[in-house]
């Protein structure tokens, strides 16, 4: 499997680990948790695009 593919792998494990996380930082109000999991499921969301951009 080349590279990219992997990292594309890896990032949808990680989208779907973010959206628990999100979903519990917001309902139990808990900042940090919250903001976790956004910053993940945004970086795993950018992954594609990025990896786009810089196999160009």
Known sequence: MSK???CQV???I???IA???LYV???HNVSIL???GFLLFTASML???ILRLVTR
């Open 19 to 21: 959206v628990p996380l």
């Open 14 to 16: 990680v989208a779907i």
């Open 34 to 36: 919250a903001a976790t």
């Open 10 to 12: 890896i990032a949808g």
């Open 47 to 49: 992954t594609t695009p």
């Open 4 to 6: 990219s593919i992997i």
């Open 25 to 27: 930082g917001l309902m």
